[in-house]
């Protein structure tokens, strides 16, 4: 794929890009990650309680307008045009409503799909809905003893009133992202930062979108692609022009040079 190519994730999907970024290692150029779910065990999906709160979640109204006004309700923080598109996107009418003007309404995702993301649904392979051992979903953890293996520059756009990048997390990614040595090209660096969005919760990209959108361009622009532009960009080009000869000279050039360090 024509690089750069710049990898954004929220939430679980922060972990997902991560999780992408070192199993097709070199994917990315850079990547954003705004409050990724990402932590050692004592700080996993099991420690958050999300699955009693899924499952204590209401799912559907007699009216689409009651389904309105418990969403705006709940999440009275996000940008109003982001609460929009929520309401507009996330709901849908009940199969037997669908020839009435007005009647029950449920949401678009259910429950079942938003708990998968945190408990594993063992019952699919065991056939038994009881007596199963609770196991929650390890891709967070897996993905914080991976951080070492990052192969592009990071970074970490957090909520200042967010529960899940708190200090202590935030400086455990920091000091653990693209730090393995041995997963780097010779003379090659990578920028590992964060940026912090006072007054915001873990849905920050939700609650001050605009602002999210400058952190992530400015990073983009001033950063990621003055490097690219006059360092790996520049580099590859040069070879991808050389004639096969040019190129062949190159690499004997080169294992010859190894044979005073090897």
């Given at each position: 794929?024509?690089?750069?190519?710049?990898?954004?994730?929220?939430?679980?999907?922060?972990?997902?890009i991560?999780?992408?970024s070192?199993t097709?290692?070199?994917?990315f150029?850079?990547?954003?990650?705004?409050?990724?779910?990402?932590g050692p065990?004592?700080?996993?999906?099991?420690?958050?309680?999300l699955?009693?709160l899924?499952?204590r979640?209401?799912?559907?109204?007699?009216?689409?307008?009651d389904?309105?006004?418990a969403l705006r309700?709940?999440?009275s923080?996000?940008d109003?045009?982001?609460l929009?598109?929520?309401i507009?996107?996330s709901?849908?009418?009940?199969?037997?409503?669908?020839?009435?003007?007005?009647?029950?309404?449920?949401?678009?995702?259910?429950?079942?799909q938003?708990?998968?993301?945190?408990i594993k649904?063992?019952?699919?392979?065991?056939?038994?809905?009881?007596?199963q051992?609770?196991?929650h979903q390890?891709?967070?953890?897996?993905?914080y003893?991976?951080l070492g293996?990052?192969t592009?520059?990071a970074?970490?756009?957090?909520?200042?009133?967010?529960t899940?990048?708190v200090p202590?997390?935030?400086?455990?990614?920091?000091?653990?992202?693209?730090?393995?040595?041995?997963?780097?090209e010779?003379g090659?660096?990578r920028?590992?930062d964060?940026?912090?969005?006072?007054?915001t919760?873990?849905?920050?990209?939700?609650?001050?979108p605009k602002?999210c959108a400058?952190?992530?361009?400015?990073?983009i622009?001033k950063d990621e692609c003055?490097?690219?532009n006059?360092?790996?960009?520049?580099?590859?080009?040069?070879?991808r022009?050389?004639?096969?000869?040019?190129?062949?000279?190159?690499?004997?050039?080169?294992?010859?040079?190894l044979?005073?360090k090897?």
């Amino acid at each position: 794929m024509q690089q750069p190519i710049v990898g954004v994730g929220h939430s679980m999907g922060g972990c997902q890009i991560a999780t992408l970024s070192v199993t097709s290692r070199r994917m990315f150029s850079t990547m954003i990650l705004l409050d990724p779910a990402i932590g050692p065990l004592d700080m996993g999906l099991a420690t958050l309680g999300l699955g009693q709160l899924t499952l204590r979640r209401r799912t559907q109204w007699p009216t689409r307008e009651d389904a309105e006004k418990a969403l705006r309700t709940s999440f009275s923080t996000w940008d109003p045009q982001v609460l929009d598109l929520l309401i507009r996107h996330s709901i849908h009418s009940d199969k037997q409503s669908i020839e009435m003007e007005d009647g029950p309404v449920s949401l678009v995702t259910g429950r079942y799909q938003e708990l998968v993301n945190y408990i594993k649904p063992s019952f699919i392979r065991s056939g038994k809905v009881n007596g199963q051992e609770l196991v929650h979903q390890t891709g967070p953890v897996d993905m914080y003893h991976m951080l070492g293996l990052v192969t592009c520059s990071a970074l970490y756009l957090c909520g200042g009133e967010s529960t899940l990048s708190v200090p202590r997390a935030r400086d455990l990614w920091l000091s653990r992202t693209a730090k393995l040595s041995y997963s780097k090209e010779p003379g090659e660096t990578r920028k590992v930062d964060e940026r912090v969005v006072p007054d915001t919760g873990h849905f920050l990209p939700m609650e001050e979108p605009k602002e999210c959108a400058d952190i992530i361009a400015d990073w983009i622009e001033k950063d990621e692609c003055i490097a690219w532009n006059c360092c790996l960009g520049k580099r590859g080009k040069t070879w991808r022009e050389l004639s096969n000869a040019s190129k062949e000279m190159g690499a004997e050039a080169w294992m010859e040079y190894l044979q005073s360090k090897l």
